[in-house]
T-cell receptor, first 113, second 114 residues
Framework: ETGVTQSPTHLIKTRGQQVTLRCSSQ?????VSWYQQALGQGPQFIFQ???????GRGNFPPRFSGLQFPNYSSELNVNALELDDSALYLC????????????FGSGTQLSVL | GESVGLHLPTLSVQEGDNSIINCAYS??????FIWYKQESGKGPQFIID?????DKRQGQRVTVLLNKTVKHLSLQIAATQPGDSAVYFC?????????????FGKGTKLSVKP
């Protein structure tokens, strides 16, 4: 186990709704990255947070937003959900100063109906 | 219509045999490569990494080979075990990038027959 925890594990929403996913990073880690993994695909980078600031973003629209808190935990918010947002959302933590490898949580499976 | 993404490349091997999983990466400027293992219901787990100034790196039962000329990466697993059954992803980090922003390949599903 990596020590990265995500909640909830599963979630069902309807199109147009908003969702918040949560991630607690591994102890000692200060950076959180979020990925979206569609069925049968590799994870795609959404964004990264370091010291409570967004520190890089992938090719995702502004309705995907995030937060990082002083304890380095993080939230991913998605507004105006679309059917194609159905995916596994993965959180990974790392220690930026040493560019340490990512430790992934088990993800939140989001289904949009 | 059919989604290509739903059909992962698969590799089926006999327990005890060696496995070789291949990956073609996209960016010649990529500086760092990582192999991840993802078991059902879990997030990706780091296996081994290699920098672009190397062509081979060995770990416990695993070896990664990098051929920059043809932009090809491979993962060799020795004496494959049932616990090795999973989807394997290669990931790259472009030069100057950080580990937070990995570019993942599509993955290969490894099935180990007892």
């Amino acid at each position: 186990e990596t020590g990265v925890t995500q909640s909830p594990t599963h979630l069902i929403k309807t199109r147009g709704q908003q969702v918040t996913l949560r991630c607690s990073s591994q102890s000692g880690h200060n950076t959180v990255s979020w990925y979206q993994q569609a069925l049968g695909q590799g994870p795609q980078f959404i964004f990264q947070y370091y010291r409570e600031e967004e520190n890089g973003r992938g090719n995702f629209p502004p309705r995907f937003s995030g937060l990082q808190f002083p304890n380095y935990s993080s939230e991913l918010n998605v507004n105006a959900l679309e059917l194609d947002d159905s995916a596994l959302y993965l959180c990974a933590s790392s220690l930026k100063e040493v560019n340490e490898k990512l430790f992934f949580g088990s993800g939140t499976q989001l289904s949009v109906l | 219509g059919e989604s290509v993404g739903l059909h992962l490349p698969t590799l089926s091997v006999q327990e005890g045999d060696n496995s070789i999983i291949n990956c073609a990466y996209s960016n010649s400027a990529s500086d760092y490569f990582i192999w991840y293992k993802q078991e059902s219901g879990k997030g990706p787990q780091f296996i081994i990494d290699i920098r672009s100034n190397m062509d081979k790196r060995q770990g416990q039962r695993v070896t990664v080979l990098l051929n920059k000329t043809v932009k090809h990466l491979s993962l060799q697993i020795a004496a494959t075990q049932p616990g090795d059954s999973a989807v394997y992803f290669c990931a790259e980090i472009p030069y100057g990038g950080s580990q937070g922003n990995l570019i993942f390949g599509k993955g290969t599903k490894l099935s180990v027959k007892p």
